[in-house]
C-alpha cells in the first residue's frame, strides 16, 4: 500500500491577523508582508484576474438555474468575494428562477473585524454586500463557520485554519483509496493569498491534490501569481494551465481547467481487509453517495424535526414533518425558554469544539428569527453570564477569555459584573456572551415550519421499510403507523424523534438514553426582577418573561413521571443558591404547591454528544469491521454500509437548540452532497455509527 501523509485537521486556536497601516493609508499584512488591498489594482483588475469574461460569468449566463461553488485560498478582506458575489447577483437578474452561489474561502489569520470594515470601507461600490459580511462576520475561532447574504442566495464558507487542512476536511474521507469519492465538487477555484514566496503553504503540492480531489473535469481555476513552478505542481495535480499576461497595474496570471484526475495506481490486494495496521482509519464514516431528492419525510416535529424540515426545504426538497401530537413542539421543545448557554472547557475536545460551532451558528440562525419576530415573544439575545461554580474557575475563565475574541466572549469583573448582569451578586467575576439568549423552542419550531414546502401530518409512526417502486423512481420508504396505514412515502427520511428514533429495527441499536428534567418558574422578587442577562452557574435563572422566572433544570437518567414534583423545586432553588447566594434571598416567602414549571425527557447519548448522519447498517457493520476486534487500526478499505436515504438528528440531550440546527445543516448537506458545516472528524465524532465501532473494537459486538 503506497504510503501518503495523513491529512488532519488541526485542533489549534487560530491568531487574528496583524495589520498595519502604511503613511498612505493601506493596508498591510505584518506577517506576510504584502497588502491587502492594492487601490493602485482596483476592482475592475481583480475582476480581470478571476472573473474573465470567457470563463465563469459566460458560464453562469448560459445556465438557467445554476448553483455555483467557488472555492478561494486566502480570504483576507473578502476582496474576491464580493465582487464575483456581485457579478452573480447581476447574472440572476438576467434570469427568471435564482439559485445558489457557494462561496468557500479559507483563512488562516482573520482580519479583526475593525479592520475589515477599514478597508472595506476604501471599496464603496461594494458597500451593499459589505454590510452584510461585516454583520455576518465569525469570531476568530478555528473551523467552518457559514454567512448568508443577500436573502441565501449567497452562502459564503468561511473556513479558519490552514488551507490544506481545511480544505481537506471538507473531503468525505482522508483515506488515500477514497481520495475522490462522493466529495462536493467546487466548478472554480481562486488561488490567491500572499505570493508564494511570503506564504509558501498556500501554494503547495499537498493543497493542489486535495483541490483536485474537489474538482471534476471542467473545473476552472485561476492563480494570481504566473510563476513557472506553479504552474507545473498545478499541471501535476491534472490541471491545464495558461500563463495570462499582466497588465501595467497587476502581474500576471495562471488560468486553466481541470482535465482528469491523476490515478494513483493500486493493486487488487491492496483492497483487501487485513489484520495489519494502516497509516488511515477505516473509512466506515464515508457518507453514501446519492442523487438530490424532490422529496423527503421528517418524523418529529420537535426542534431538532423542524430545523431538518427547514434546512431542507431551503435547498428545495418537499417535506411533509410527521409529529405524533395535534401540535409541533410539545416533548423536550415544549418548555417555554429554552437557553443558548455555552460548554465551557479550557481542553480542545469534540465536544468543545463542536459545542461552540454549534453555539456560534445558533446564535446567527435564531438572529434571522428573532429579527422577525414583531411580538417579542420567540426570544432575547439578552447576553448570558456564567459564574464560576469554584475557586479554580477563576483561572479557567481568564484562560477561557483569552482565547476566544471579545465579540465571543469577555471576562467582567466587579462594578462591570454588575452593571450587565443587572443585579449586585455576591460573585466578582464572570464570563459574558453577548450573543448569546433564550429562545422559546415551541415558537421557534413553529416559526420554522413556515415554509411553503413544508407540511404536517399528524400521526404516529410506527414502522419504516425501504420499497422497490413499481415505476423508474427508484427505492422509497414508506412510513405506516400501527395499523400498517401508510401515512407518507419518500426517498429520504430523516428521524428526529428524539429517544423513539430508536423504535425502528433500522435503528434499535443506538444507544440513547432518557433523562427526566423540571424546570421552576418562581415570582420574581424585589432582587431578581432586575435581571438583565440569564446567569448560570451550577443552576440558571432568566429575565422576566410573562410575568415570572424560570429556573432550572434537574437532572434525573431513568427517572419517570410527567408531573412536577416540589422537591425538584427546592432542589433548583437550592442550586440557585449555589449559582449566587444572594439570588434566593427572598425566595423564603414562597409557597412551593404555587409554583410553576415543566417536565419533559431529554434525549442523551453516551459521550453527550448528538447523533446526526446516515444510519449504519448494523450487521453489514459487524461483518465488515470484525478484524478490528483483533486490532482497532487493522487495514479495512470498504465504506460503511447505510440504510439508502434513511438519516438521523437526534441524542441532543441538554444542549438541543444549539446543536439541532447545526446538525440539520450537516445532514441536509449530506442528502445534497454540498460543502459540510462541520470538519470531517467533528463529522465522524456526530456519525450514528460510531457506537458500533466503538463496540467492536471493545469486543463487545
Ligand atoms: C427540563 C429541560 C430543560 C432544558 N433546557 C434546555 C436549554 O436551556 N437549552 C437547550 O439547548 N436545551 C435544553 N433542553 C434540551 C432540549 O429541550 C432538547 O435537547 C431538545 O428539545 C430536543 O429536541 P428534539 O427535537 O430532539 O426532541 P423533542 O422536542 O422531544 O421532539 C421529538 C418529537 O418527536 C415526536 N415523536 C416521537 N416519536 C414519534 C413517532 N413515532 N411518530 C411521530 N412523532 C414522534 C415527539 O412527539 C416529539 O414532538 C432542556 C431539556 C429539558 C428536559
Redesign the pocket.
Known amino acids: 500500500m503506497p504510503k501518503q501523509k495523513v491529512l488532519k485537521s488541526k485542533k489549534t486556536l487560530i491568531s487574528e491577523a496583524k495589520v498595519t497601516w502604511d503613511e498612505d493609508s493601506r493596508p498591510r499584512s505584518f506577517v506576510f508582508d504584502d497588502y491587502y488591498l492594492d487601490d493602485t489594482v482596483g476592482t475592475k483588475n481583480r475582476q480581470h484576474a478571476f472573473l474573465e469574461k470567457d470563463t465563469l460569468t459566460e458560464r453562469w449566463n448560459c445556465n438557467k438555474n445554476l448553483t455555483c461553488t467557488i472555492g478561494e485560498t486566502g480570504f483576507g478582506a473578502g476582496l474576491n468575494f464580493l465582487i464575483t458575489a456581485e457579478a452573480w447577483l447581476k447574472s440572476c437578474s438576467n434570469k427568471k428562477k435564482q439559485e445558489v452561489l457557494n462561496f468557500v474561502s479559507v483563512e488562516n489569520s482573520p482580519l479583526p473585524k475593525k479592520d475589515l470594515i477599514r478597508i472595506l470601507s476604501l471599496v464603496p461600490e461594494l458597500s451593499e454586500l459589505s454590510k452584510e459580511l461585516i454583520d455576518g462576520y465569525p469570531p476568530a475561532i478555528s473551523g467552518i463557520h457559514k454567512i448568508y447574504l443577500s436573502n441565501k442566495s449567497i452562502i459564503l464558507t468561511l473556513m479558519y485554519g490552514d488551507a490544506c487542512d481545511m480544505f481537506s476536511s471538507v473531503k468525505n474521507s482522508d483515506h488515500p483509496f477514497f481520495e475522490r469519492s462522493n466529495n462536493p465538487v467546487f466548478d472554480a477555484w481562486f488561488l490567491d493569498g500572499f505570493s508564494p514566496k511570503n506564504n509558501p503553504s498556500m501554494w503547495s503540492s499537498n493543497l493542489f491534490e486535495v483541490i483536485a480531489d474537489l474538482s471534476y473535469p471542467g473545473t476552472i481555476f485561476s492563480a494570481s501569481t504566473s510563476e513557472h513552478n506553479i504552474c507545473k505542481k498545478l499541471a501535476r495535480v491534472g490541471f491545464s494551465t495558461k500563463v495570462r499576461n499582466g497588465n501595467a497595474k497587476r502581474d500576471g496570471s495562471i488560468y486553466g481547467v481541470f482535465v482528469k484526475p491523476v490515478s494513483r495506481n493500486r493493486i487488487a490486494e491492496d483492497w483487501e481487509s487485513t489484520l495489519f495496521n494502516s497509516l488511515y482509519s477505516a473509512p466506515w464514516y464515508l457518507t453514501p453517495e446519492i442523487k438530490k431528492p424532490t422529496e423527503a419525510i421528517v418524523?418529529?416535529?420537535?426542534?431538532?424535526?423542524?430545523c431538518s424540515a427547514r434546512a431542507l426545504a431551503e435547498r428545495g426538497i418537499s417535506v411533509t414533518l410527521?409529529?405524533?401530537?395535534q401540535e409541533?413542539?410539545?416533548?423536550?421543545?415544549?418548555?417555554s425558554?429554552?437557553?443558548?448557554?455555552p460548554k465551557l472547557s479550557t481542553s480542545i475536545s469534540d465536544i468543545s469544539r463542536f459545542g461552540i460551532s454549534a453555539l456560534i451558528s445558533a446564535s446567527k440562525f435564531y438572529s434571522d428569527l428573532l429579527d422577525n419576530d414583531k411580538l417579542k415573544v420567540l426570544g432575547d439575545r439578552c447576553g448570558v453570564v456564567v459564574l464560576p461554580k469554584n475557586l479554580k474557575d477563576r483561572l479557567n475563565f481568564e484562560h477561557i477569555a483569552s482565547l476566544y475574541s471579545d465579540d465571543f466572549v469577555q471576562l467582567l469583573k466587579n462594578k462591570q459584573l454588575d452593571n450587565q448582569v443587572g443585579l449586585s451578586l455576591t460573585h466578582r467575576f464572570g464570563l459574558f456572551f453577548p450573543q448569546l439568549g433564550?429562545i422559546s423552542?415551541p415558537e421557534a419550531c413553529h416559526s420554522l415550519v413556515k415554509h411553503s414546502l413544508i407540511s404536517i401530518s399528524n400521526?404516529?409512526?410506527?414502522e419504516i421499510n425501504l420499497e422497490d417502486a413499481t415505476d423508474a423512481s427508484g427505492r422509497s420508504w414508506k412510513v405506516m403507523d400501527d395499523m400498517k396505514k401508510v401515512i407518507a412515502t419518500a426517498p429520504i427520511i430523516v428521524i428526529?424523534?428524539?429517544?423513539?428514533?430508536g423504535?425502528f429495527h433500522q435503528t434499535n441499536h443506538l444507544p440513547l438514553n432518557r433523562?427526566?428534567?423540571?424546570?421552576t418558574a418562581v415570582p420574581p422578587t424585589e432582587k431578581t426582577s432586575h435581571l438583565k442577562t440569564i446567569l448560570c452557574g451550577k443552576s440558571?435563572i432568566l429575565p422576566i418573561f410573562k410575568g415570572t422566572q424560570t429556573l432550572?433544570?434537574?437532572y434525573n437518567p431513568n427517572e419517570v413521571g410527567m408531573t412536577n414534583r416540589i422537591k425538584d423545586h427546592k432542589e433548583n432553588i437550592s442550586r440557585l443558591s449555589a449559582v449566587d447566594l444572594s439570588l434566593t434571598r427572598d425566595f423564603k416567602k414562597i409557597d412551593m404547591e404555587e409554583l410553576g414549571g415543566?417536565?419533559?425527557?431529554?434525549?442523551t447519548t453516551p459521550d453527550f454528544l448528538p447523533i446526526a448522519g446516515p444510519a449504519p447498517k448494523l450487521k453489514d457493520y459487524i461483518e465488515d469491521y470484525k478484524f478490528m476486534r483483533q486490532n482497532a487500526r487493522a487495514h479495512i478499505p470498504v465504506p460503511g454500509s447505510s440504510w439508502e436515504g434513511l438519516y438521523l438528528?437526534?441524542?441532543?440531550?441538554?444542549?438541543?437548540?444549539?446543536?439541532?440546527p447545526m446538525c440539520a445543516e450537516l445532514v441536509a448537506s449530506q442528502i445534497c452532497n454540498e460543502v459540510p458545516p462541520l470538519e470531517l472528524d467533528l463529522r465522524q465524532a456526530l456519525h450514528p455509527g460510531r457506537f458500533i465501532i466503538r463496540d467492536i473494537k471493545r469486543n463487545k459486538l
Open positions: 418524523i418529529g416535529g420537535g426542534i431538532a424535526g423542524c410527521i409529529e405524533r401530537h409541533i413542539g410539545q416533548e423536550a421543545s415544549g418548555n425558554q429554552g437557553i443558548l448557554y433564550w423552542p400521526a404516529e409512526v410506527k428526529a424523534s428524539a429517544y423513539n428514533s423504535i433523562v427526566r428534567g423540571q424546570t440558571y432550572g433544570a434537574t415543566r417536565t419533559s425527557f431529554r434525549c438528528n437526534t441524542g441532543h440531550g441538554s444542549r438541543g437548540l444549539s446543536y439541532a
